[in-house]
T-cell receptor, first 109, second 113 residues
């Protein structure tokens, strides 16, 4: 079973920031937080991951709370092409990537 | 230049048949996986495999078997196909070690009629 919980769906206006929350209250100290997304009919796409520090790449930013029990994925300027299911996972070597139902993000024009 | 490639992308077959889905990765990764995404859209791991160890999800029927001719390939063989096997099957790969990203193929859509 997935060790993370996410809201089932969210809407975001095009051009605005999309903030997707994730709770991982049972995460252990050596587990990473990963974010993937799945656009309809495509394979899951890696977005970003982090352990303790906030991370940023060309796709998104990841904000991890100091106690590591939750995180937020930020898409700074959402476009229609960002409409997808977003998955938050906790993972460490020796485990498997376990996907929950994710958050269905709809970017609205 | 596709990192993880699967064939076929679409497969329609009759119940009782045996079929295979091929997967190749050109990333030099040590570990490969098969995931199943059913009609409810849940992604569930079926197998993970590196050159040392095959880990099988205990819920996977033994009609499903992975075959790895070399580190870059992990094929999925399915015997005696059933209607409930209809799903999208995703191959993936990653390096060993903590914090390594898993990369997915584009999926193989299997329909059993």
């Amino acid at each position: 079973d997935a060790k993370t919980t996410q809201p089932p769906s969210m809407d975001c206006a095009e051009g605005r920031a999309a903030n997707l929350p994730c709770n991982h209250s049972t995460i252990s100290g050596n587990e990473y937080v990963y974010w993937y997304r799945q656009i309809h009919s495509q394979g899951p796409q890696y977005i970003i991951h982090g352990l303790k520090n906030n991370e940023t790449n060309e796709m998104a930013s990841l904000i991890i709370t100091e106690d590591r029990k939750s995180s937020t994925l930020i898409l700074p300027h959402a476009t229609l092409r960002d409409t997808a299911v977003y998955y938050c996972l906790s993972y460490n070597y020796g485990q498997n990537f376990v996907f929950g139902p994710g958050t269905r993000l709809s970017v609205l024009p | 230049d596709t990192a993880v490639s699967q064939t076929p992308k679409y497969l329609v077959t009759q119940m009782g048949n045996d079929k295979s889905i091929k997967c190749e990765q050109n990333l030099g990764h040590d570990t490969m996986y098969w995931y199943k995404q059913d009609s409810k859209k849940f992604l569930k791991i079926m197998f993970s495999y590196n050159n040392k160890e095959l880990i099988i999800n205990e819920t996977v029927p033994n009609r499903f078997s992975p075959k790895s001719p070399d580190k870059a390939h992990l094929n999925l063989h399915i015997n005696s196909l059933e209607l409930g096997d209809s799903a999208v099957y995703f191959c993936a790969s990653s390096e060993q070690g903590s914090g390594n990203t898993i990369y997915f193929g584009e999926g193989s859509w299997l329909t059993v009629v």
